[in-house]
């Protein structure tokens, strides 16, 4: 099982366990995780579960879908180069022990 750092802007951290073929949205709202809203129940229609991949794990985790996340993510607060949707993040085994910041605030 692949755990997943979720890091709230105030440095706050809090480790989940999920499935793998898990997305990390599912895994922050299936644990109350705070700041992971997921308003489109992971389906790509809203940046409510917008996030910053580490940079250490960038690499593995790749970059936002051009297709599916840029143009929502557009939207979202803060937007950077390591901004995701964590929907669209499948949690795996070579994602084991991930590590997300969150923004101060989703929209």
Known sequence: MPSVHYIDSSGHEVEVEAAEG?????AAVDNG???IDGDCGGNAACATCHVFVDPAWLDRVGPADPDVELQLLEL???MQDNSRLACQISLTAALD???LHMPAAQF
């Not at 898990?22 to 599912?26: L, W």
Request: glycine share 22%; hydrophobic share 50%; no cysteine.
């Open 22 to 26: 898990m997305s990390a949205m599912q």
């Open 33 to 35: 995780v705070a700041g």
């Open 76 to 78: 979202a607060e803060g």
């Open 97 to 99: 022990g991930l590590r």
